[in-house]
């Protein structure tokens, strides 16, 4: 196959994902704003109340009031405390996320925009590994390529949560910025596959690149969390609730979940900016050298701390921790669109 | 105490505030400093203040750029530069931040550091008195006596690491996850490391620069640097005395016209050399992009190329009184580059000449240019002068003619300037029987930086174990369980208290609790 074969098979691959995404977007959109057909309401309620028994089971103290003596089987340990432990471990998700108050057909809509998903998933990985066929190195040498491997970081990060916990309320998150992404790096930043410049040529570009790009993927998705919880959190606390947030998870379970992720993507960011020191040495001379793409570097992890910090300091609320991570996150965006574009400096490999 | 006396103190009469004295304020100030809510802000503010770095142009970084910047702006420019604005990363405010950080980790640090020593090598607490109390809690009533009961539990939370400890006959104590706290502090700790790193690297690093047109030999002396600038703790003339011959240098460029801006994009450099070192024999090394050449004494980088034509200029007489090749400075990517040649022994006034040149040539109404950076059509273009070319004997740029104390030579068809316009194998005649210029042809020059950093190692081991800490600060959970047993009424069976206290938000907790109550069961 020759490769302006392949630069059209990747192509079409991305356009296809793109379509294939909207589709998820819009089915999560359905699920979301509640709009299938409320057939089984009357079910449901039933189906409403068993997350609160099981919310209680999880608490531990009151369940095991109950528990009763009359265990003639001889196991030493009675039912009870391994019934409410059942109940308390069985749901991978403990009761915060997803509320199961959710008539068939939204199941079923929200089911048809995660096999979307993966369908999406597999056509950017497909597009990304063509890429590299056609450029015959480590598809990660300029914005194009850094943003479609960010789009498929993304796409595989929510998919193999979502393979652990209930995320069906989180797709459409993902989803959006994903598009977004996606859809700037085939219209702004596409560059025509190249070869790489001689300071490009190195292991390194495999580590630090990857990383940094992996890293800013879950960013992305820790973004969506922050931004979800902040809206939740006012809803709650005005006591308004739309139905659109309202299959969301409570607020402090959304923050939970936002820290969590940031608490994955921070370490490898730090990986990242150590990486790339190692890097600038052997490429340029000196492991830090206060290029712009480095201050901005610098910039991020030093928010990003401080998000951490403001976590662990008692007295802060977490509404303005959030903050500061989506501040974190705007640096991250800044660090990429712009710095890249416009700032002159060693790190000028956007290929635009 | 502190607490109290931190925020009442201020704002109390001006009467009792001698009470507090130096001491109390020294105190008041470090405790401040050292509050999680100044570190929170002094790491905002140190984000802000970096910023400014890359929006400016830095000294330290491209002085021509920033000296442009200044000149252009010139009500803002000096201002700024005043303020620091063009050495941010050097700059006394972006040091007081560093350092008040710094100060303030310290002082947080330390006294947790203390703590936790304590804390690793005492038992946990007691068990507080009522169990189902605490955020996670479970029961069971189990067919044995309580001793023996507890001694299961015992082992269950051993060998689910944690550290169990028996303040009385009825509970256990447990506790695991130090970790955490362990990484917390290395985390801290190895920044410290990172930041001495740094300063050790700046003290008694140094870095050089060379431009090294192919055929020369470098020879590591202070004198044939043409940028050298040590550490505060160097002593320039202890240089390892190796030599290093660039025999040829490869430059590809890409020649495919992909239509998006990569058309003559560098593809490889690859300077081969013959490197000598100080007591040994010559020996053949290639330095790349990315593959510097360890020399022992400083390690060499190929961080740029240009080049270097072969200029040859005789007097009247035909006598050859400038020869060699003469390095001139690339200036975008198509490498149009600048340069000068100063013949200080020509008679019966120096001459100058100052211009481009262009490894693939065009004129246009822009001016010269080169439109391709590889030598297809190289050509040299040049003005000359006659008159002083050191006034004052103040030192100048080797690329660029101060042309203050010289006039131009008049053109040989008349004109008021003379311009020559020279291929490879080229000759001009000068004006007034002054001679003549000849291009002989071209080299290629290799741009070499050679530096050192004695602070490297301690930066990047610090840099990693940073990342362990943190890593293992992040992860790890710590978690107290709390054990107690007693006969169930009426009966000889034992009822099973079990409580958990999570340090931080620890959603796990719970699953925890009946995890150790489900393993009592498994362990019989």
Redesign the interface.
Same mark, same amino acid.
């Given at each position: 196959m020759t490769d302006t074969t392949l630069a059209q098979l990747s192509n079409t691959a991305i356009y296809s994902a793109m379509a294939v995404l909207t589709l998820a977007m819009l089915a999560y959109a359905l699920y979301l704003a509640r709009l299938v057909p409320a057939r089984e309401r009357a079910g449901d309620e039933e189906a409403e109340r068993a997350p609160e028994l099981v919310a209680a089971g999880?608490? %531990?103290?009151e369940g095991?009031?109950v528990?009763d $003596?009359s265990g003639p089987t001889t &196991?030493?340990? &009675?039912s009870? &405390? =391994?019934s #409410?432990?059942v109940a =308390?471990?069985a749901p991978p998700s403990?009761p915060a996320s997803g509320r199961d108050d959710e008539p068939v057909a939204a199941r079923k809509v929200a089911g048809i925009g995660y096999a979307l998903t993966v369908l999406g998933t597999l056509l950017v990985v497909a597009g990304v590994l063509l890429r590299a066929a056609e450029v015959h190195r480590w598809p990660l040498g300029n914005m194009y390529e850094f943003a479609i491997v960010g789009s498929m970081f993304v796409l595989l990060a929510y998919v193999a949560w979502s393979t652990r916990r209930d995320l069906r309320w989180l797709g459409l998150f993902v989803v959006v910025p994903v598009l977004l992404n996606l859809g700037l790096a085939i219209t702004v930043w596409y560059? $025509?596959?190249?070869? !790489?410049? &001689? #300071?490009l040529?190195?292991v390194?570009l495999a580590i630090h690149v990857s990383v940094a790009t992996l890293s800013v993927a879950v960013f992305t998705i820790g973004f969506s969390l922050g931004i979800l919880y902040l809206v939740q959190d006012r809803l709650e606390s005005s006591g308004r609730s739309t139905t659109f947030m309202a299959r969301l998870p409570r607020a402090r379970s959304l923050e939970?979940l936002a820290?969590g992720v940031h @608490?994955v993507a921070?370490?490898l960011w730090?990986?990242t900016v @150590?990486a790339g020191? @190692?890097w600038a040495?052997?490429?340029?001379?000196?492991?830090?050298?206060?290029?712009?793409k480095e201050?901005?570097s610098?910039?991020i992890w *030093? *928010?990003y701390?401080?998000y !951490?910090?403001?976590r662990?300091?008692?007295?802060?609320k977490r509404q303005n921790a959030t903050w500061?991570a989506l501040a974190g996150f705007v640096?991250l965006i800044l660090n990429f669109a712009v710095?890249n574009v416009f700032?002159? %400096?060693q790190h000028s490999y956007s290929? !635009? | 105490m502190s607490t109290t006396e931190r925020t009442r103190t201020p704002s109390e009469p001006p009467v009792t505030q001698p009470r507090l004295g130096v001491v109390g304020w020294a105190r008041w100030t470090w405790r401040s400093l050292t509050s999680m809510r100044t570190a929170l802000f002094l790491l905002l503010l140190l984000a802000v203040a970096a910023v400014p770095g890359s929006t400016f142009p830095q000294r330290s970084i491209d002085a021509a750029r920033t000296n442009q910047w200044i000149t252009d702006h010139p009500t803002a420019g000096p201002l700024l530069d005043r303020l620091g604005f063009f050495d941010v990363y050097a700059s006394p405010w972006f040091a007081a931040i560093y350092l008040l950080l710094f100060v303030s980790l310290i002082g947080c640090v330390l006294p947790r550091l203390r703590i936790h020593w304590h804390q690793l090598r005492s038992a946990p607490p007691r068990a507080p008195r009522r169990l189902e109390r605490l955020g996670a809690h479970a029961r069971a009533e189990v067919d044995a006596d309580p001793e023996e009961v507890r001694e299961r539990l015992r082992t269950v939370l051993r060998s689910r690491r944690y550290r169990v400890h028996a303040h009385d006959p009825t509970t256990l104590s447990a506790e695991k996850g130090y970790v955490r706290e362990s990484g917390n502090l290395v985390f801290h700790l190895a920044l410290i490391g990172v930041l001495v790193g740094v300063a050790w690297g700046h003290l008694l690093g140094w870095k050089g620069d060379v431009i090294l047109p192919v055929g020369q030999t470098f020879a590591n002396t202070l004198s044939r640097y043409d940028t050298f600038s040590p550490g505060p703790w160097v002593d320039p003339t202890d240089l390892e005395p190796y030599t290093l011959r660039l025999d040829r240098l490869d430059a590809t460029f890409e020649t495919e016209d992909t239509g998006r801006g990569q058309f003559g994009a560098p593809r490889d450099f690859t300077a081969h050399t013959t490197f000598t070192p100080a007591d040994g024999q010559p020996e053949d090394r290639t330095i790349r992009v990315n593959h510097p050449l360890e020399t022992g004494g400083g390690t060499v980088f190929l961080l740029g190329n240009g080049y270097a034509p072969h200029i040859t200029v005789t007097d009247g007489d035909g006598t050859v009184i400038y020869s060699g090749a003469t390095p001139f400075l690339p200036q975008d990517n198509n490498y149009t580059s600048v340069g000068a040649v100063k013949v200080p022994g020509a008679e019966p006034e120096q001459l100058g000449f100052a211009g481009f040149f262009l490894p693939t040539g065009t004129i246009d109404e822009q001016g010269p240019r080169s439109v391709f950076p590889d030598l297809l059509d190289p050509q040299l273009v040049l003005t000359g002068f006659s008159g002083e070319l050191f006034p004052d004997g103040a030192p100048q740029s080797v690329y660029t003619l101060d042309t203050g104390a010289m006039a131009p030579l008049p053109g040989t068809d008349g004109s008021d300037q003379l311009r020559i316009l020279l291929r490879p194998g080229d000759t001009v005649d000068l004006p007034d029987g002054r001679g003549s210029v000849t291009f002989d042809g071209v080299d290629r020059f290799a741009g070499l930086s050679i530096r050192t950093d004695p602070g490297k190692s301690l930066t990047l081991a610090s840099a990693l174990l940073a990342l362990a800490g943190l890593v293992a600060s992040l992860v790890v959970r710590r978690r107290r369980v709390f054990v107690r047993v007693g006969p169930a009424e009426g009966g000889t069976r034992t009822v099973v208290s079990v409580g958990g206290l999570a340090k931080d938000d620890d959603e796990g907790m719970g699953d925890e609790v009946t995890a150790v109550l489900e393993a009592l069961e498994g362990h019989r």
């Open positions: 999880a608490a %531990g103290a095991a009031e528990a $003596d &196991p030493a340990v &009675p009870s &405390p =391994s #409410s432990s =308390s471990s403990p560059t $025509d596959a190249s070869e !790489l410049m &001689p #300071s040529r190195s390194w939970r820290y @608490i921070f370490p730090t990986f @150590i020191a @190692i040495r052997q490429a340029w001379g000196s492991y830090w050298n206060w290029d712009p201050v901005w610098f910039v *030093v *928010v701390a401080a !951490l910090h403001a662990a300091t008692t007295g802060w500061i640096c710095v700032f002159v %400096g290929g !635009l | -």
